[in-house]
């Protein structure tokens, strides 16, 4: 199995059992019709794959293979053993992939991109890929720079895709998970409420918890917000400055929002 049906097949997977699981414990009721979120949230991935396709000559997977032919980055002139390296370079992308959500609010030319991701209404396991086109463009971009720096293997990019992938389309989910189990796992990786945070429509609440992955960065650098100050149950999601569903779930609506004024 190639890299690209290895990851296909592992999104497919996670996304299966995170929308079952929404089904047996949902924390919240949904707020927009799931049909059309879905069909407008995979649309955006699936044109945002073609554009990574077509427009760059080719992916991090790839780049990190030529990094190591031609030696290009810091670890690929070290001796450290290849485990090692392979961690490095995991935890590297992470920082990397924390950092540029980060700026992507911080930075008005990026939020035009990302608020895309964040006019979605509700939250459920399909917002995990709901993403402009160009963002798409530019994660991918960043995350090439990334690996050509640091000199991080095709190993180690690969499975930082495979396991960014699962962990988004999970912490995006509308899952209620036993508090014990939420407090045990956020000490590590990004649960359902520790992102919903992310999504409150409060401006200083939007503005945190921007770890994708690993919630050590969130902690370090001063991001971490525990809990919303409304109830997940009925916590309002989105931005204030659209309220419209059927904008919010419009097609030609998000690729344009880039474009328009800003609020």
């Not at 794959?49 to 002139?77: D, K, N, Q």
């Not at 095709?154 to 895709?161: G, H, I, Q, S, Y």
């Not at 508090?179 to 409150?200: E, K, N, Q, W």
Request: a positive charge; proline letters at 6%; one cysteine or more.
């Amino acid at each position: 199995m190639n890299a690209g049906a290895l990851r296909l097949s592992a999104f497919l997977t996670v996304m299966v059992l995170a929308t079952a699981a929404e089904l047996l414990l949902p924390r919240r009721a949904p707020q927009a019709p799931r049909a059309k979120r879905w069909v407008v949230n995979l649309g955006l991935m699936l044109l945002g794959s073609l554009a990574v396709r077509f427009i760059l000559p080719m992916a991090a997977g790839e780049f990190a293979v030529l990094a190591e032919e031609r030696r290009w980055g810091l670890l690929h002139h070290t001796s450290w053993p290849f485990p090692v390296k392979l961690l490095l370079g995991f935890v590297w992308l992470d920082l990397v992939i924390y950092w540029q959500h980060r700026k992507f609010h911080e930075w008005p030319l990026f939020w035009r991109l990302h608020k895309v991701h964040h006019l979605d209404l509700d939250l459920d396991a399909a917002s995990g890929v709901r993403f402009h086109p160009l963002e798409y463009l530019a994660s991918m971009l960043i995350k090439m720079a990334a690996v050509g720096l640091f000199g991080v293997h095709f190993l180690a990019v690969l499975v930082f895709e495979i396991v960014l992938n699962a962990v988004s389309t999970f912490h995006h989910a509308a899952i209620a998970l036993p508090g014990p189990v939420d407090a045990l796992l956020r000490l590590f990786i990004v649960t359902p409420d520790y992102h919903r945070v992310h999504h409150s429509v409060e401006l200083d609440e939007t503005n945190s918890n921007y770890s994708f992955n690993l919630t050590l960065w969130d902690r370090l650098l001063g991001s971490y917000v525990p809990q919303p100050r409304a109830e997940h149950a009925t916590i309002a999601l989105g931005l204030k400055e659209q309220r419209d569903p059927a904008a919010c779930a419009g097609f030609l609506y998000l690729l344009a929002a880039p474009f328009r004024r800003a609020a």
